[in-house]
């Protein structure tokens, strides 16, 4: 039986620069907390608790003093830094730059609106770490819209300035500049950002190839990855042999029956140890 990692898969850089700042602080010694974690990937945000990182939440940072933490590559509203300066929190910030990039965009369109009833929307997950970061640019004024549905739901009265979350689906982000186009009042003005990931993006057709190559495909993925529900339905549309696993004891192990291929693939916040892992799970399962 062929048991193949995709070499695609696995952290993006964001993630990757992330993870390295953490080991790297906590190698110094000292405490060490990240606001949320680290990655959405469960097995990755144990294995750096176990060296010592602490995993708040926005409620606990707030009442934190002289303390040090990690903000992750999602990135943080404004308030985040305004809340480290009062309490004396230094900040390892580790925003991806194409995070960054796009906060620093949507900050800078809002506040240079000419007209007051300008829409600033966001194709993202409401909720989403990453989305939160976005909308607090905008003093809490983004539209967040998460599907063609809900853009169609817009006010095309009234202008337009659309951008995206860094890691949702480019086709349809397409479609919905699409619809925009054709269906925004002549009296109204729209403009968008193209600001999703390539590196991310770009991951989808890959992925498929990938997925299509395997009798069997096991997509490893934190559940909270909003990446890794988006390349796993990538994965399942060209091979119905496709399960959605987050570690070894996640493996129904009568799938492996009468099967030539398996292929290990996972999103941009799964780690390559715990595909590794995995491999290495069935090699000795099946002897």
Not at 232 to 253: A, H, K
Request: negative net charge; glycine residues 6%.
């Amino acid at each position: 039986m062929k048991i193949e990692i995709d070499n695609g898969s696995g952290f993006c850089l964001g993630v990757v620069t992330a993870i390295h700042k953490a080991e790297e602080e906590l190698a110094k010694g000292g405490v060490l907390y990240c606001l949320g974690d680290i990655v959405h990937n469960s097995r990755e945000v144990e294995r750096l608790s176990e060296m010592g990182l602490i995993t708040i939440d926005h409620v606990q940072f707030n009442q934190l003093h002289n303390a040090k933490v990690l903000l992750r590559a999602h990135g943080e509203p404004p308030s985040t830094y305004e809340t480290a300066k009062r309490n004396n929190i230094e900040i390892i910030d580790a925003t991806c730059p194409v995070v960054l990039k796009l906060q620093q965009r949507i900050h800078k369109a809002y506040n240079a609106k000419t007209e007051p009833d300008t829409q600033i929307v966001i194709f993202g997950k409401n909720g989403h770490a990453e989305v939160l970061g976005l909308v607090g640019q905008t003093q809490g004024e983004a539209i967040v819209i998460e599907s063609l549905e809900e853009a169609k739901r817009l006010d095309m009265t009234r202008s337009i300035r659309l951008y995206s979350q860094t890691t949702k689906s480019l086709d349809e982000f397409r479609q919905i500049v699409e619809y925009i186009r054709q269906h925004i009042s002549p009296n109204a003005t729209f403009d968008f950002s193209d600001t999703i990931c390539r590196q991310v993006a770009n991951r989808i057709p890959n992925i498929r190839q990938f997925a299509a190559a395997h009798d069997l495909v096991f997509f490893v993925s934190g559940k909270k990855s909003s990446n890794g529900k988006i390349l796993f339905r990538e994965c399942l549309s060209v091979n119905p042999n496709t399960y959605f696993i987050d570690s070894v004891n996640e493996i129904d192990w009568d799938l492996l029956r009468e099967v030539h291929s398996v292929g290990i693939c996972g999103a941009t916040s799964t780690p390559k140890w715990l595909m590794e892992s995995i491999q290495k799970a069935i090699l000795q399962k099946i002897g």
